[in-house]
């Protein structure tokens, strides 16, 4: 079976700083990895996602997030942090080895991300 | 451009009550997805249907149906409340097979006393 590991349930950075959210995964079989943010009293939103090819992926707001296969790990980065990223950070993956393919997500506990002004 | 639509947004039961939870998308995806969202938790599937008709055991199925009435809608139904199923319910709604993006609703917030 899957798992997630996100390290950290609270990170805190300052306005403009490096934002580093990081996550792990459990896997005999390359998964598909994905990073969802989910503002106050809303549900989530992919906020980036790889599958195949470039292990370096950019989505919205600026985040991008690296596939590293031997390090296991797909943490999310920003460079400058601003005050409307204040959000949970929810890391997730696909589970290729179950009936569902790659389309059943196992989701991490969340990180929680405050940015200091 | 509603998207993924949940109702109701907040509910309070009293141990024993049932109640049903609705989703609805306007999206023509295939499949559709019941979470829980508990604090430490992150998202836990409940339920998930690939298709009108089908519906499969998530990872914690126990204590709850859902109905996929028609391709739009998706219902989980809890027959005996306990307060362990106090939560946030989310809906969810991918486009086709194999993508892994999903498409939330706004969440139910209920309330087990």
């Known amino acids: 079976a899957q798992s997630v590991t996100q390290l950290g349930s609270h990170v805190s950075v300052s306005e403009g700083a490096l934002v580093l959210l990081r996550c792990n995964y459990s896997s005999s079989v390359p998964p598909y990895l994905f990073w969802y943010v989910q503002y106050p009293n809303q549900g989530l939103q992919l906020l980036l996602k790889?599958?195949?090819?470039?292990?370096l992926v950019k989505g919205i707001n600026g985040f991008e997030a690296e596939f590293k296969k031997s390090e296991t790990s797909f943490h999310l980065t920003k460079p400058s942090a601003h005050m409307s990223d204040a959000a949970e950070y929810f890391c997730a993956v696909s589970d290729p080895g179950s009936n569902f393919g790659n389309e059943k997500l196992t989701f991490g506990t969340g990180t929680r991300l405050t940015i200091i002004p | 451009n509603a998207g993924v639509t949940q109702t109701p947004k907040f509910q309070v039961l009293k141990t024993g009550q049932s109640m049903t939870l609705q989703c609805a998308q306007d999206m023509n995806h295939n499949s559709m997805y019941w979470y829980r969202q508990d604090p430490g938790m992150g998202l836990r599937l409940i339920y998930y249907s690939a298709s009108e008709g089908t519906t499969d055991k998530g990872e914690v199925p126990n204590g709850y149906n859902v109905s996929r009435l028609n391709k739009r809608e998706f219902s989980l139904r809890l027959e005996s409340a306990a307060p362990s199923q106090t939560s946030v319910y989310f809906c969810?709604?991918?486009?086709?097979?194999?993508?892994?993006?999903?498409?939330f609703g706004e969440g139910s917030r209920l309330t087990v006393l």
């Open positions: 969810a709604s991918s486009p086709t097979r194999n993508t892994g993006e999903l498409f």
């Open positions: 790889y599958t195949t090819g470039a292990t």
